[in-house]
Each structure stands twice: as structure tokens, then as C-alpha cells.
Nanobody
Framework: QVLLVESGGGAVEAGGSLRLSCAAS???????MGWFRQTPGKEREGVAQ????????YYTNSVKGRFTISQDKAKNTVYLQMNSLKPEDTAMYYC??????????????????????WGQGTQVTVSS
């Protein structure tokens, strides 16, 4: 079992920035981590993915060039730097982890079914 705790959400104006953090109880046994977002009545959407061993990263088209996913192995933490935020980025943001026993999967891993462990979420609200 891996515990994930997100932080860093908040309310910003359009054009602003936020950095989300996802602290994992351990990176051991995890091969990929992802960030997802969800708004009421909609499906959870994959935003970014990072392969912990190689550092490979993937982004959904709507955030490319604005969001950056990164990791700090010493802190067992994954970050999502969000710049040039837009009102349509408003959502609850979740981080997720994929265990090694599932294999690497087919990249990018943007389906919720690709991950087994989830944090509780952190709200991001962008006003126009």
C-alpha cells in the first residue's frame, strides 16, 4: 500500500501559477506517477505522467507548454508546476501511482485504470 498526499492547491487569477506537490509514503515499488483532474459531472482526466526511473514525462495536449511534472526522489515527492493558468484548469487535482507488479503499461498512462493508488485531491480554482 502506498499513501499519497497532495498539497499546494488554491485560488489564483488567470495567468497565475501554482505548484502542486504529491508526497508518497515510498517510491519503492512504484514505476509511474500521474496527475489527474476532475470537475463535477465529468470523468477524471489524465494531465501528466512521469516515469520515476527514467524521468520520461507526458502531458495531455491542453497543458503542454504550461505544466511541468517533476520528481524529487530524496523526498518521495512529485510536483506539478502549473503556469499560465486558465479558468478551464479549475478542477480537483489528484495524484496517482502505478505499482511495479502491474508492469510499465502502454504510455502515456492517462486512464484512471492505469493506477492503483490515489491521493485525496487538492482543489485548484482559476478566476478570469
Amino acid at each position: 500500500q502506498v499513501l499519497l498526499v497532495e498539497s499546494g492547491g488554491g485560488a489564483v487569477e488567470a495567468g497565475g501559477s501554482l505548484r502542486l506537490s504529491c508526497a508518497a509514503s515510498a517510491f519503492l515499488g512504484i514505476n509511474n506517477m500521474g496527475w489527474f483532474r476532475q470537475t463535477p459531472g465529468k470523468e477524471r482526466e489524465g494531465v501528466a505522467q512521469i516515469y520515476l526511473n527514467g524521468g520520461n514525462t507526458y502531458y495531455t495536449n491542453s497543458v503542454k507548454g504550461r505544466f511541468t511534472i517533476s520528481q524529487d526522489k530524496a523526498k518521495n515527492t512529485v510536483y506539478l508546476q502549473m503556469n499560465s493558468l486558465k479558468p478551464e484548469d479549475t478542477a480537483m487535482y489528484y495524484c496517482a501511482a502505478r505499482p511495479n507488479w502491474r508492469g510499465l503499461g502502454s504510455w502515456p498512462l492517462f486512464s484512471p485504470e492505469d493506477y492503483n493508488y490515489w491521493g485525496q485531491g487538492t482543489q485548484v480554482t482559476v478566476s478570469s
